[in-house]
């Protein structure tokens, strides 16, 4: 039967901008998908594009839901074009919502991963998550020099609680000869993976490195989508897959693609509001449990907490995330004064 459907573009500032190797990030842009049934009971999804890691444009997501109907059926749902795996993720997702209400997620604690900030900052930031209880942390870098970072490196692992482990996040940051420094320093250190050494495009000396290191490597960026996710699955990547639903697209196409290659993955966020970051951790739930801390350590990182899921912790439990509702998140963006 068909479904009212709306949509509503956001802005929104973070708490403190991140910095990545790509720069200053200080805010997102995205839109809220809303289905309204014949019994008003209504769902949200959200669309939080990222162009650069190979999604539609925000525009593009913009023209795709003004020229859809203001009655949606579930053929249209499950049509969106590939080339809007956003788009896709959002009314997919207020689609399950809204329709199968009461089909919850397996029971499971999922071990999250706390993000630390690039630079010194990261020293405090370990050690503040470390009494929080965090097991794993995740650190940017590619950010300053490399040999200032390397040098930072044994005082953020100085403060891994024991069996801990550190994840480094370059974002495509380096090359060859900084990627091989890198690896020789974590060799024999708790580095569980390096992410996403190279651009995209670039990625070719990672088939030797992983060969050659005994540290792990990930592909973050590389994946994104699900076109580039399936051309590494099919080529046969030994490394571990970083997905974030938001931006892979369909979550049932994403699950099965997963499921049938049998690769190994880490899930994280796109810096969603609360709306994607449910609809994000409900598709992780239903993915194969390896025991790898979940990356969403985005959770809290809008200075508009409404914007926010409340923070779960070191580990976020499947029976908390039901509990975790919208609430009036659609209505409070509705009276935020459009931008000229």
Not at 236 to 260: E, F, T
């Amino acid at each position: 039967m068909p479904v009212h459907f709306e949509y509503l573009p956001y802005r929104a500032s973070f708490r403190q901008p991140l910095l990545t190797a790509h720069g200053a990030w200080s805010e997102r842009e995205g839109i809220l998908v809303r289905l309204v049934g014949d019994t008003g009971r209504e769902s949200l999804g959200e669309i939080s594009p990222l162009p650069a890691w190979g999604t539609e444009t925000l525009a593009a997501a913009q023209a795709f839901c003004a020229a859809l109907p203001q009655q949606l059926d579930e053929q249209t749902v499950r049509t969106v074009p590939a080339q809007l795996p956003c788009c896709q993720f959002a009314l997919e997702t207020a689609w399950e919502a809204l329709h199968r209400p009461d089909h919850p997620s397996p029971v499971r604690t999922l071990p999250m991963s706390a993000l630390l900030p690039a630079g010194p900052g990261a020293i405090i930031a370990a050690e503040r998550a470390a009494a929080q209880g965090f097991t794993t942390m995740k650190w940017k870098v590619g950010v300053g020099a490399p040999a200032a970072e390397l040098a930072l490196l044994p005082r953020v692992l100085e403060h891994l609680p024991a069996g801990g482990q550190l994840r480094l996040d370059a974002n495509g940051a380096w090359d060859l000869p900084t990627a091989r420094l890198w690896l020789e320093s974590c060799a024999d250190r708790p580095i569980e993976f390096i992410e996403q050494p190279f651009p995209v495009g670039q990625e070719e000396p990672v088939l030797s490195l992983a060969n050659e290191f005994p540290t792990r490597i990930a592909l973050d960026e590389s994946v994104a989508v699900h076109s580039n996710l399936l051309r590494w699955l099919e080529f046969g990547w030994p490394g571990i897959y970083v997905i974030k639903p938001s931006l892979a697209g369909s979550p049932r196409k994403l699950l099965q693609l997963l499921d049938c290659y049998e690769a190994e993955a880490v899930f994280s966020s796109a810096f969603e509001t609360s709306v994607g970051l449910r609809a994000a951790l409900q598709v992780v739930a239903r993915a194969p449990d390896n025991g790898r801390a979940v990356g969403f350590g985005t959770i809290g990182c809008f200075a508009d907490e409404r914007l926010n899921l409340p923070d779960p912790g070191h580990t976020l439990s499947t029976k908390w995330l039901a509990r975790q509702a919208p609430g009036s998140l659609w209505q409070h963006l509705s009276n935020e004064p459009r931008a000229a």
